[in-house]
């Protein structure tokens, strides 16, 4: 189809699903989440009483732009781009055409490249998916702001005549959205049958970096700052000195610059309040340290990082078919130790190594791998030989609550058929025993109104169920050679480092299977010995459990991959 062509005859439907993830501003940043663009504004009208359902009105389309852009609290004229509704009908493209007129007006001088901005159609590409319309708009407008790209417009030979009374102009190629441009600003119209009209403002993070407060104050009085250049955040961050202030806004206006200028000066960190991050402190500056750490079973692996592996030239070995539910818990080992390896060299390809590794449960024996603990030579036999295939408890089942370590165990009492296995962190713990034991101890708090759920798991890992039938992994650990780790290997056991004894590295070994994770208490432990950054590499939630143990600490934790 050809939106916005003088030749357009019309729409082809296609079909299509579109999903994205909302999340406030601020959750995402604490989160690390990567932010595709922020929505500034939302704007909802009605066409009211009209001719007919297939004819648009431009007064209700315009009522959808005002209310967004005023949402936005940001001038027009700084648009780049319009993702339009764009059907190619003539009827249709006529009348958003004048309605982007009337309300951006014809290009005066003003905002990013004389006032000049593209208009475009996803529907050129892909035809009318109908109720996946504007989902699909959505994506593709955040995708433009994100990688600082114009997207073209498919088959506009001869531009419609409207255009020429608009800013707009539609493109044959991709163009870069870049230095000198302006704010990357994008809105996206979403116009349905019966004059349902909706349009949304989106735009970009502009980041800032200073070895003092007085820098990031000089760069907040350049008027430039009112000008997102393209990459500002890594022009600036790449400064040499960086420095340890580091300042983060959503488009930048004088409000926002009002309020940054408050905070640098206060010198407090400040955590996302109306758009504005501030931190007086590098994390990893002055000593701080990085910390991977492993997770381990998950109710679910589906890893995804055959992309990962193609890009960096990696084997994918198990993860090939490593999928499905944590049943069979042997084939889930040896995907989540061949996850753990991928991940960790992907991210020595980027140059990114770790102080300290850690690990939540079996995500401990890739700890032990990343720090080269076992040989290189010998972790593929090391993995053979630690089969989780010949452990079989039977009877015995896990439970996950939603409170803390202590509030289970209460909750255990004086019970021997249940023990708590897992203190994760503050509202998060796993109780392990037996079917009846675990069902009742479930009942008692949930009657308190706390979340209890049975897992999948039947390993009986970090409980004295195990006992009898460790003993094969015993005898494999001491059939495995062991070397001084390359940087320190910390247990969720003990809380504390490795020994350097190889005989007391196969106890822990075992030790580690029969007794808790100790997750929570090994978080506090390793920020008071200095940690600030944790990479969770590999799939699981140990993020989310950082987070909730280190609420109100200085830490960022981030997952090195997450599903697509």
Known sequence: IRPFDRSADGLLIGEGTGMVVLKRLADAERDGDRVYAVVRGTGVASDGRASSVMKPRVDGQLLALERAWRDAGVDPATVGLVEAHGTATPVGDEAELTTLGRFFGPADGRGPAGGRAVVGSVKSMIGHTMP?????????????????????????????????????????????????????????????????????????????????????????????????????????????????????MVAPDERRLTLARKVVARGTPWRGRNDVWFSPHGLVRDGGKVAFVFPGVEPEFDPQVDDVAAHFGLPLGPLEHAEGEALHLGLHGAGIIALG?????????????????????????????????????????????????????????????????????????????????????????????????????????????????????????????????????????ARVPLQAPVVPVWSATTVAPYPDDPAAVRDLVVRHLLEPVRFRELALRLHDEGVRVFVQVGQGSLVNFLDDTLKGRDHLSVAAAGPR
């Open 132 to 248: 996946a319309a504007g989902a699909a708009a959505l994506i593709k407008a955040a995708l433009a702001v994100h990688h600082g790209v114009l997207p073209p417009t498919l088959h506009v030979d001869e531009p419609h005549e409207a255009l020429a009374a608009t800013r707009f102009a539609t493109l044959g190629a991709a163009e870069p959205w870049g230095e000198g441009d302006g704010p990357r600003r994008a809105g996206v119209n979403a116009f349905g049958f019966g004059g349902i009209n909706a349009h949304v403002v989106l735009e970009r993070v502009v980041l800032l970096a200073g070895a003092s407060a007085d820098d990031l104050l000089a760069q907040l009085d350049d008027p430039a700052i009112l000008v997102d250049r393209d990459d500002a955040g890594r022009a600036a961050v790449g400064a040499e000195p960086a420095g340890p202030w580091r300042l983060a």
């Open 341 to 477: 390896r991928l991940l960790d060299a992907a991210l020595g390809e980027l140059g990114l190594r770790p102080d300290v590794v850690a690990g939540h449960s079996i995500g401990e024996w890739n700890a032990m791998i990343a720090a080269h603990l076992i040989p290189d030579d010998d972790i593929d036999e090391f993995i053979d030989s630690v089969d989780t295939d010949d452990v079989d408890v039977p009877g015995v089942v896990f439970a996950a609550l939603g409170c803390g370590a202590d509030a289970a165990a209460a909750a255990v009492g004086d019970r021997v058929d249940v023990v708590v296995s897992h203190d994760n962190c503050p509202h998060q713990s796993i109780i392990c025993g037996s079917e009846t034991g675990v069902a009742e101890v479930m009942a008692t708090l949930r009657a308190d109104r706390v979340l209890a759920q049975e897992l999948p798991f039947r390993s009986g890992f970090h409980s004295p169920m195990l006992a009898p039938y460790v003993e094969p992994v015993r005898a494999s650990t």
